[in-house]
């Protein structure tokens, strides 16, 4: 490794460091609704405002011993540790994207995929603390990470991160459509279905659009979807279709095209394409209206509608997730590790309900750096090529 190398993982080390500290204050404000500058970082015991030196990322806690300065309140190892957590995750980053700092390309498409993946460790923190995604964070992190796959990676990297645009986008619609009709059956299952009576777009346009997208394809689907929605709108009514009917007709409907030669894997992902878009757009109009309304956005599309089984807000992260991660074997695999971080965290805590944000991005953390030894283990073990 080259002295500029080593130089570039110094820089990316300190730059995540900071904004680590940054993060402290965003997890902290951003739920209350209050300025992310002002007032500046203050003692909240004797509320004496800190100076530049207190303000250095893990060194100043270290050195202060834990403790103001002034009145000697002890300060929370969360900081230190979240500042550490950020530091080691852009560090992470760069060593599997290898950017080359000096090539410009490489340099925006580093410092957007570090925004995105910064902005999805900041909405976890919230996660833990409210069990609430904020949306400015997640679509966020939607488009930074959009628009880092445009730009060119380094060959030499590893693809695990490096996917072009098209498949990019593809892949997050995808994701979010999963967890959106996943929502929907484990909702249908616990018998809890309901009509929403709140929202422009509405589950009901998310099943509607995925069944059209069996038969015509995510386009076309969506295309009249969003007519219905326009319609609906101008008309001020709202869709109904019988869910339950809907949510057996998209497996029937991938079924058929397959009996009359159609891939079933491309039926398949028409339907979580339609539905992850529409999902993705619901999401996305709740939150304009919410600040066009100055209101203060506690929950996350469609739930003061109805109970889910899975948060709105743990799709559109899904979807997020899905643009720093494109690979749909590395995004399952980290689904499954989500899955089991969660339910070893409900078992030992014993908590009926937790927030699955963190660990959606832990599961993607995984998968990302770990993932393809798991998958190069299972398949020699079983044969199978993935």
Not at 51 to 60: F, G, Q, V
Not at 194 to 217: F, V
């Amino acid at each position: 490794m080259d002295a500029f190398t080593l130089t570039s993982l110094a820089l990316v080390t300190i730059l995540g460091a900071s904004i680590g500290s940054f993060a402290n204050v965003v997890a902290y404000r951003l739920p209350l609704g209050q300025s992310l500058n002002n007032p500046p970082s203050r003692c909240p015991k004797c509320e004496r405002r800190l100076t530049p030196l207190e303000l250095i990322p893990i060194i100043s806690w270290i050195a202060l011993r834990g403790r103001c300065h002034s009145c000697k309140t002890p300060i929370s190892p969360r900081y230190p540790i979240i500042e550490t957590l950020f530091a080691l995750a852009l560090l992470g980053l760069a060593l599997l994207t290898q950017p080359d700092l000096t090539n410009g390309g490489e340099l925006v498409r580093y410092a957007l995929q570090a925004a995105a993946l910064s902005m999805l460790l900041m909405a976890a923190l919230i996660d833990l603390d409210t069990k609430h995604l904020p949306d400015t964070l997640v679509y966020g992190a939607i488009a930074a990470g959009l628009l880092a796959s445009l730009l060119p990676a380094n060959p030499a990297a590893t693809d695990v991160l490096a996917q072009p645009a098209g498949h990019t986008l593809t892949v997050a619609l995808a994701a979010a459509g999963a967890l959106a009709l996943l929502e929907r059956y484990a909702t249908l299952a616990m018998r809890r279905l309901k009509a929403p009576t709140t929202g422009l777009i509405t589950t009901d346009h998310l099943l509607l659009a995925s069944t059209l997208a069996a038969l015509m394809g995510p386009v076309r689907a969506l295309t009249i979807t969003t007519a219905i929605v326009i319609i609906d709108a101008k008309a001020n009514t709202r869709l109904r279709v019988p869910q339950a009917l809907h949510l057996a007709l998209i497996p029937a409907l991938i079924a058929l095209g397959h009996a009359l030669g159609k891939p079933a894997t491309a039926t398949a992902l028409n339907t979580l394409m339609a539905a992850g878009a529409v999902a993705l757009a619901a999401g996305l109009a709740w939150w304009i209206n919410d600040h066009l309304s100055h209101r203060r956005n506690h929950t996350d599309a469609n739930e003061e509608a109805e109970e889910v089984a899975l948060g709105f807000g743990d799709i559109k992260l899904a979807a997020a997730l899905a643009t720093l991660l494109p690979n749909p074997t590395l995004l399952l695999l980290a689904l499954l590790l989500a899955s089991f971080t969660g339910t070893l965290h409900s078992v030992t805590t014993r908590q009926r309900t937790l927030p699955f944000g963190p660990h959606l991005l832990l599961g993607c953390i995984l998968a990302a750096t770990i993932g393809p030894n798991i998958l190069l283990w299972y398949a020699n073990i079983t044969g199978v090529t993935l």
